[in-house]
């Protein structure tokens, strides 16, 4: 709003604005309210005309005038409750991480395939925990379990936040995760290798063989393309991984 003029006997106007671009002058008063010892305001009207006739009323009684808009504020409906999968993708927008945010795209798909259109304010710890135990269903790694609800924790944090509060307290807290896996090396020795490639389908021979010679996951040569291939330093280079960010993956001769 803009263009603020002032018309006397507490009546001022501004002008807003249209979804269809053309300019509305909205009339609203400021009243003195002596319980309060202190001025109010509120809309009039969209004319001059009446908006004189109803701050007559309002000038003759301003007590009543403010506990008719405070009775009239409490009839308005509730607004709707937010839904998970409205608060994922909200969060997946406009969050900003120091690793960058497609790791949270992939994690809040798994989120969302769980929740869906559950209301917000109904998720609890013990859903939280159904959920953990979802994915230990899934045969989901300990490491992916621990991360996607920690991930989780950190959307929650993220809702609470000031400003936003659009939750008010974090399901997460207390939630029991797997203990982070020891990081052995693990690995195959030609024996296994030949005896794995022997008893594959021809057709999946070469992805077996390209998973060991690279070390790349499964997402990633299911999505490889020729122009990710630097023979000359014997890289794939791979924009898109698991975790959102580039690497390069090194492929023996």
């Known amino acids: 709003m803009n263009d603020k003029k002032w018309y006397g006997d507490g009546i001022y106007s501004k002008t807003r604005t249209q979804s269809d671009g053309k300019p509305l002058e909205v009339f609203y008063g400021r009243v003195w309210v002596p319980s309060l010892k202190k001025f109010a305001y509120g809309k009039l009207a969209t004319?001059?005309?009446k908006a004189r006739s109803k701050m007559r009323t309002i000038l003759g009684d301003p007590e009543g005038w403010l506990a008719k808009r405070e009775a009239a504020r409490r009839r308005k409906?509730?607004?709707p409750p937010l839904k998970f999968h409205k608060l994922a993708d909200d969060f997946v927008k406009k969050y900003r991480s120091r690793g960058g945010t497609e790791y949270y795209?992939?994690?809040?798909?798994?989120?969302?395939?769980?929740?869906?259109?559950?209301a917000v304010q109904e998720i609890d710890r013990a859903r939280v925990e159904d959920y953990r135990d979802h994915l230990r269903k899934?045969?989901?790694g300990d490491s992916t379990v621990r991360k996607y609800v920690s991930a989780l924790g950190t959307m929650f944090r993220w809702a609470m936040a000031p400003g936003r509060a659009l939750v008010t307290s974090n399901p997460v807290d207390g939630v029991r995760r797997p203990p982070e896996p020891d990081r052995n090396v693990a690995y195959l020795?030609?024996?296994?290798?030949?005896k794995i490639l022997k008893?594959?389908?021809a057709w999946v021979r070469p992805?077996?063989?390209w998973a060991i010679g690279s070390g790349m996951r499964l997402g990633e040569i299911l999505s490889l393309r020729w122009t990710a291939i630097d023979r000359k330093e014997g890289l794939v280079k791979l924009d898109r991984t698991k975790t959102g960010k580039a690497r390069a993956?090194?492929?023996?001769a």
């Open 138 to 140: 899934s045969e989901y």
């Open 77 to 79: 409906p509730s607004p």
């Open 199 to 201: 008893g594959a389908k």
């Open 189 to 194: 020795t030609e024996e296994e290798e030949k």
């Open 249 to 252: 993956s090194p492929i023996n």
């Open 105 to 118: 795209h992939h994690v809040a798909e798994s989120w969302k395939g769980y929740f869906g259109n559950v």
């Open 207 to 209: 992805i077996i063989s």
């Open 47 to 49: 004319s001059e005309r």
